[in-house]
């Protein structure tokens, strides 16, 4: 970005806490010390495996010949749709849909690349070799390719048994939504199309995997023992055992302290878990595998696209009164847990930041043959802001209201507010934040540029994109793919807890460690400082461990770095533990200083008196008296200088029998104005100026929460001008490469920044603090998309669909004229 800073006259209402220190982890990193998980050698005598993927996007697999491979110097195992369908049982999914999900095809192939075979050599050379002597026949069938496609009428099935394409499909009502729609002044609608894209971090998937079989003698069962840079939801680990037919106990799951970016996607690495795992029991020996680049962008994840259509009834001063849905998202081939997890995450904040009363939801998922979906940074957030936030400007051209005053006549004004769906709104100032936002845009500014520009003849548009940001995910909320009479009383899902372990040595040294895998974000950095602050140290006597290992990390199925669950949840568990340290080490410090416990302090890596700071002990003597002398310490305190907390905030529960639900326990608001030029002769859009304003709550540490705003900006402009997954007609993937995949560098990142923030802490965390990851990867698309549709506006253009570029804006304006 060129610029970055507040506009003139901006509030700074989010300074940075003294004690919150730069990133701890940048020195490693920018050194070559990092630990990614393909510089780690766990096990002696790793052998590596290559993956034979299929050429066709849909076809009926027949006669496997694995000889030739099998036959191949160096080769130790091969393994194809037979061994997987023997040894494995399909993965567990969210719904009782008929379409199994295998690691590999088994009867078919549904997408290009979908692994077929296994090959296990002495390395990836011997591998890759042997991989091109498997043969395969294939009967290539019909391909489906996107949503409208597989709900067509004789459109060919993905999966017989299921009789559909479709794999889940809900309705919601809440409130008198026809009988408001037929006393609407005015019903505005639209149909709308959000594109997949991905996040293509710099690190592909890796894992490590080693079947142990047991003991002979019974007493023991099989078991796998695996690395990967998978970084949750730790659901997953139950799915992975489940297809496995191993109890979650015996299988032991490693993350390394460095993942090289994910934003989401790494989520969907678990199927190679359990495909090496089966490949080390074939081998006899541990398997390590390790995506390519070109492995990735045909097989591994991308965000769902979505086909939606909205409906707003809308009275005659513009008020949004109902809002009717219907959304499609295309999973790809299968439905592929955590999916529909997409369609749901949003459930609670359906309406946005706007005060609407009644809502109508139809929620379809739908298989073709193409890539399988599953988080991508943001996920739900940027399909329904798209749809929601291109349709509020259709609500003010119904109303004869510019796109700014219609937004404040709809914002939510008071808090806690709940939505029809079930949502809290935990705290927030939306008006404020949209002023503050146009303030810092110079809105007069950019109306005198539009006006040159548009005399000129050329093309120059102001958009905005307003969201509630979801953050510190309720589980719960996959529950609604099931209808409430199909639930199990007594089986409900919900919950956002994380744990996080404490422990305090001889010396005094503070040891925290995390099950929160970070993928870059500053975890450590912040953890910390948190810690360090609550117990009065500096922080150079906190360490912090972000290594995760399920037989030793504490950890539950919520676990995971996802959904922007850090800054809410895992800090609020940092806070609980540190605090019962602390009230161990004020007890110890008694016995020190002769003075009743409650009446300490920890300050400035001291035990001290509230009122007399000359009576005072350092840290590590008090925490020598619990491990040296704890017979000392007073009646009832226990010597114990580790402690494990557990943050399970009660606002979040399961769906209602009703459908409703807090589908995240925390929410912060973006507002984001976006002004574009347009060449008149290329259609290049050219973004000339971004205001940008986050609502995170407490703020624990501006540098990261900037980088944050920052990446997630980067990561919107992808998918909204240069990143999508493309399939021709024929099912074939058409970006394969970064040839034809393009990605925004700093040369597209180069236009003019303006971002603020405000500070509404959360009263349901103890920091106050909500998450930031993902704002404006949810808000930019629309905000640009916004932009354009003004900038054609003259032009009578209309925008429903991303990525816009010049070839988009080209055959918009020809169909047009």
């Known amino acids: 970005m060129a610029e970055s800073r507040p506009g003139p006259g901006a509030r700074s209402v989010a300074e940075v806490p003294e004690w919150a220190p730069a990133r701890v982890e940048d020195g490693p990193l920018v050194t070559g010390q990092g630990r990614f998980l393909d510089d780690l050698d766990p096990l002696p005598g790793t052998l590596v495996a290559a993956v034979v993927r299929s050429p066709h996007p849909?076809?009926?697999?027949?006669?496997?010949?694995l000889s030739r491979a099998r036959a191949h110097p160096g080769v130790a195992a091969v393994l194809g749709p037979a061994d997987v369908a023997a040894a494995l049982r399909p993965f567990p999914l969210s719904t009782g849909a008929a379409m199994p999900y295998y690691p590999t095809g088994t009867d078919k192939v549904r997408f290009v690349g979908e692994p077929v075979a296994v090959v296990v050599a002495t390395d990836r050379y011997t591998a890759e070799d042997a991989a091109e002597l498997v043969d395969v026949e294939y009967e290539p069938l019909d391909p489906v390719v996107g949503a409208r496609a597989a709900l067509a009428d004789g459109a060919?099935?993905?999966?017989?048994?299921?009789?559909?394409?479709?794999?889940?499909?809900?309705?919601?009502?809440?409130?008198p939504v026809d009988e408001i729609f037929a006393a609407a002044a005015h019903v505005v609608e639209g149909v709308y199309d959000f594109p997949r894209y991905s996040s293509v971090p710099m690190e592909c998937y890796s894992v490590i995997a080693d079947w142990r079989g047991g003991s002979g003698d019974g007493t023991s069962g099989p078991s796998v023992e695996a690395w990967a840079n998978f970084h949750g939801p730790f659901t997953m680990v139950p799915v992975m055992a489940g297809a496995l037919g191993l109890p979650t106990s015996?299988?032991?799951?490693?993350?390394?302290?460095?993942?090289?970016?994910?934003?989401g996607i790494k989520a969907g690495i678990y199927p190679y878990v359990v495909l090496m795992a089966l490949a080390s029991k074939h081998a006899g020996a541990?398997?390590?595998?390790?995506?390519?680049?070109?492995?990735?962008?045909?097989?591994?994840?991308?965000?769902?696209?979505?086909?939606?259509h909205f409906r707003a009834a809308v009275a005659a001063d513009g008020l949004v009164t109902a809002l009717d849905t219907d959304l499609v998202d295309n999973v790809g081939a299968y439905l592929r847990p955590p999916e529909p997890s997409t369609l749901y995450r949003c459930f609670g904040n359906i309406t946005g930041p706007y005060r609407i009363p009644a809502v109508r939801i139809r929620a379809r998922a739908v298989v073709t043959n193409q890539m399988p979906t599953g988080l991508n940074r943001g996920f739900g957030g940027q399909q329904l802001y798209f749809g929601l936030e291109r349709l509020m400007d259709e609500v003010a051209a119904a109303a004869g209201l510019d796109a700014f005053e219609v937004r404040r006549r709809n914002l939510v004004t008071g808090f806690p507010y709940e939505t029809p769906t079930g949502g809290v709104y935990d705290s927030g100032d939306y008006a404020a934040a949209v002023e503050l936002a146009l303030k810092n845009a110079d809105l007069a500014e950019l109306r005198e540029r539009q006006n040159e520009v548009r005399a000129g003849g050329g093309y120059y548009g102001i958009g905005v994109g307003l969201v509630v940001d979801p953050s510190g995910t309720n589980i719960g909320y996959v529950g609604l793919a099931t209808p409430a009479e199909q639930r199990k009383p007594g089986r409900d899902k919900s919950g956002s807890t994380e744990h996080v372990r404490i422990s305090v040595d001889l010396s005094g040294v503070v040891t925290v460690l995390l099950g929160s895998v970070p993928q870059g974000q500053g975890h450590a950095t912040v953890a910390r400082s948190v810690a360090a602050r609550r117990l009065g140290l500096p922080v150079e006597q906190v360490r912090v461990v972000v290594d995760m290992d399920t037989a030793t990390t504490p950890w539950t199925v919520t676990s995971g770095s996802y959904s922007s669950r850090f800054a809410p949840l895992v800090t609020s568990a940092v806070v609980q533990a540190a605090d019962r340290i602390a009230s161990t080490i004020r007890a110890a410090g008694s016995v020190l200083l002769g003075l009743p416990a409650d009446e300490l302090e920890l300050a400035d890596g001291q035990v001290r008196s509230r009122t007399d700071l000359s009576r005072a002990a350092q840290f590590r003597h008090a925490a020598g008296v619990v491990h040296w002398d704890p017979s000392a310490l007073p009646e009832g305190v226990s010597a114990r200088l580790y402690e494990e907390a557990a943050f399970t905030p009660r606002e979040v529960r399961a769906a209602t029998r009703d459908d409703r639900i807090n589908s995240s326990l925390c929410y912060g608001f973006v507002a984001e104005i976006v002004a574009v030029r347009i060449d008149p002769d290329?259609?290049?859009i050219t973004i000339d100026r971004v205001s940008s304003v986050h609502d995170a709550g407490t703020v624990l540490n501006q540098q990261l929460l900037d980088g944050q705003v920052y990446g997630a900006l980067?990561?919107?402009?992808?998918?909204?001008?240069?990143?999508?997954?493309?399939?021709?007609?024929?099912?074939?993937?058409?970006?394969?490469?970064?040839?034809?995949y393009l990605c925004p560098t700093s040369a597209e990142a180069g236009y003019e920044l303006r971002t603020d923030h405000l500070v509404s802490p959360s009263p349901l965390t103890p920091l106050g603090a909500k998450g930031c990851g993902e704002g404006s990867s949810m808000s930019f698309p629309v905000a640009l998309a916004n932009a354009v549709a003004d900038a054609l506006a003259p032009a009578g253009v209309k925008i429903t669909s991303l990525p816009l570029h010049g070839e988009v804006l080209y055959q918009l304006l020809t169909l047009r004229s």
């Open 286 to 308: 541990p398997v390590r595998w390790t995506e390519d680049r070109i492995e990735h962008l045909l097989a591994s994840s991308s965000g769902a696209d979505r086909v939606m």
């Open 250 to 263: 015996r299988l032991r799951l490693h993350v390394p302290g460095d993942i090289g970016g994910s934003f």
């Open 682 to 684: 290329t259609l290049e």
């Open 58 to 65: 849909h076809a009926r697999i027949g006669a496997v010949d």
């Open 156 to 175: 060919p099935l993905l999966h017989s048994d299921a009789g559909s394409n479709v794999a889940t499909d809900r309705t919601f009502s809440f409130g």
């Open 714 to 740: 980067t990561h919107a402009l992808g998918g909204a001008m240069y990143e999508e997954f493309h399939y021709a007609p024929s099912g074939q993937p058409t970006s394969a490469t970064f040839l034809d």
